[in-house]
């Protein structure tokens, strides 16, 4: 302190100081502590006016507190000043420690500045401390991190004197107090946002996982969640009461399983190929009772912030009706309306399957020819077959050289070691007569029971197919020639029996011809030489009764 001008400090002085200093982390927002800031110049530091100017986001200063004036108040309360003026102001002051100090004789120059101020003009001072009306006072205050938080403005010293060194010093030490008070205000008023903004989100979250939890556990469809990653292989972690019943099985049991312990063997493929995220698959589903459901699969990812996906939301609906009507449709599509046979278009299909464009002949079957589809030679010594000479001379494949595709080829000796995929081509014989005497109805009777009887006479892996009319065609793979022709009395034998229909007993008789599927040539040259060696085996059959 100064001897001259300041000999003591009363007692009184120190306690408001300190009282004002004790006040300034009593606020209970950012705006009740600079308001206490201001209050506590006026209050403890025997100013009559002070200003609290904050620095903003963009860098300007708002009056943010006066206290001392209410005129003052009315007069600057919420103004701001441009920061560039301000920092005009703080590099022209006279330095007093961290205080800037602008007498009158300097001050005159920022009258027209922007920053907001309530001084007047006045006679000159009678003696040199003595305050004037123009004198300016400032008190910058910093964070921690030296940024500027604002700075105080103060005027009117009660004494009408220009502060001395402690009058400096307590100014000076009560704006470093006020940063720090200002700078945890804020730190409280930003926790107390964040508190708030937490709030809310923690009931947006759990109003959306009371919403998530009644839409999933009240879906009409089901619904299921399951571990992706960590181990867990996919295991059901929850499953709402949907899915419950549509698989027969509780919740419990299910939190044992993952889908892929439930697919059809045959749908195991179709769900590991089934992406994670957008995944949709049509695959069966195992209930309790061993039977299995075909259900469509929609998965989506539910992420988790830390550790990324974690879990998928699979929506599993009951598609075993449009699935039953999809078959049926199919079913219609490819079989007989009348026998329940495949139809042509199936029988085609089913033949195209086994063959390629690229022949894979041995040497023997090349040098055959055409006698390499195999059958029974026509009369006049021809084997029934025409327009296949293509055949001769062919360069043989090896078998299973082309697309990994497994060539059928036909036998090319009586050897039964040597096996193909036999045609057998069958025509009825007196079929016309009974639907022209007994009607279509007795008529469409024997096909079904003809149907019946070719279908039982063949092994579970062959196929007997409808052609239309009253032509049958049957494939059997794994035959040697030897066999084909068994096979073909056989069946003869099965449909001479008489059939019974409407009380009445009608016999029908059958013709058959024996072609060989080969790889390099099509389905239709296939049933057509099937059908030569038929006529050819129905006018032998024909000529032989005649000359008995």
């Known amino acids: ?18 009282q004002s200093m004790a006040e300034l982390n009593t606020g209970r927002s950012l705006a009740d502590t600079l308001q206490t800031v201001a209050d506590g110049i006026v209050k403890g530091l025997d100013f009559e006016l002070a200003a609290v100017n904050l620095v903003q ?5 708002v009056v943010a507190a006066v206290a001392g004036s209410e005129g003052a108040e009315a007069m600057m309360a919420g103004r701001t000043g441009s920061r560039a003026a301000w920092e005009r102001r703080l590099a022209m002051g006279e330095r007093w420690g961290e205080l800037r100090f602008i007498p009158y004789t300097e001050s005159w120059v920022l009258l027209d500045d922007d920053v907001p101020q309530w001084h ?3 006679p000159a001072p009678r003696y040199p401390d003595e305050w004037h009306p123009m004198d300016i006072l400032l008190a910058p205050m910093y964070s921690s991190d030296g940024n500027l938080l604002g700075v105080i403005s103060v005027d009117k010293p009660r004494n009408g004197r220009r502060p001395g060194a402690w009058g400096r010093e307590a100014l000076q030490m009560y704006a470093f107090q006020a940063g720090i008070a200002i700078s945890n205000a804020r730190l409280r008023a930003n926790m107390q946002r964040a508190l708030v903004r937490l709030e809310r989100e923690q009931q947006a979250l759990r109003a959306s996982e ?12 089901g619904m299921a969640i399951a571990e992706l990653g960590n181990g867990q292989n996919g295991r059901l972690v929850r499953t709402n009461d949907a899915l ?20 059809h063997p045959e749908d195991l493929r179709t769900l590991l190929r089934t992406p994670a995220e957008g995944g949709r698959a049509e695959l069966r589903l195992a209930r309790r009772d061993g039977s299995y459901v075909w259900v469509s699969l929609r998965n989506s990812v539910v992420a988790d912030a830390t550790d990324g996906p974690r879990f998928l939301l699979t929506h599993v609906e009951d598609i075993e009706e449009r699935k039953r009507h999809e078959l049926q449709l199919a079913h219609r599509a490819s079989h007989d309306s009348l026998t329940g046979l495949p139809n042509s278009a199936e029988l085609r299909a089913r033949l195209s399957a086994r063959l390629c464009d690229k022949p894979a002949l041995s040497p023997d079957a090349a040098q055959m020819g ?8 026509g009369p006049d010594g021809s084997n029934g077959c025409n327009g296949f000479d293509a055949f001769e001379g062919m360069v043989p494949e090896p078998v299973g050289g082309y697309d990994h595709h497994v060539h059928t080829v036909p036998p090319s000796s009586d050897d039964p070691s040597e096996k193909g995929l036999a045609v057998l081509f069958c025509d009825l014989d007196g079929f016309k007569s009974i639907n022209d005497r007994f009607g279509h109805h007795c008529g469409d009777a024997v096909l079904i029971e003809v149907a019946r009887r070719l279908s039982n006479g063949v092994r579970d892996n062959d ?3 409808r052609l239309g009319g009253d032509e049958f065609v049957v494939l059997a793979d794994g035959l040697g020639r030897a066999d084909a022709a068994d096979l073909a009395v056989r069946l003869r034998n099965a449909i001479i029996p008489p059939i019974r229909v409407e009380g009445r ?16 040539m099509s389905a239709d040259e296939v049933l057509q030489c099937a059908d030569q060696r038929m006529y050819v085996e129905k006018r032998s059959r024909s000529k032989a009764r005649r000359v008995g």
Do not use: K, N
């Not at 055409?370 to 030679?377: H, L």
């Not at 007993?505 to 390099?520: H, K, M, P």
């Open 1 to 18: 302190m100064e001897a001259e001008s300041e000999p003591y400090v009363r007692l009184a002085t120190l306690r408001r100081l300190h």
């Open 57 to 61: 986001p963009d860098g300007d200063l």
């Open 120 to 122: 007047a003009a006045g």
């Open 210 to 221: 009371e919403s998530f939890r009644q839409a999933f556990e009240y879906a009409p469809s």
């Open 244 to 263: 419950c019943r549509l698989l027969g099985r509780p919740a419990s049991a299910l939190q044992r399983y993952s889908f892929s312990d439930l697919v």
């Open 370 to 377: 055409p006698g390499g589809a195999g059958g029974f030679d």
């Open 463 to 465: 196929t007997v197919a």
């Open 505 to 520: 007993a009608v016999r029908v008789g059958a013709s058959f011809g024996i072609s060989w599927a080969g790889c390099g």
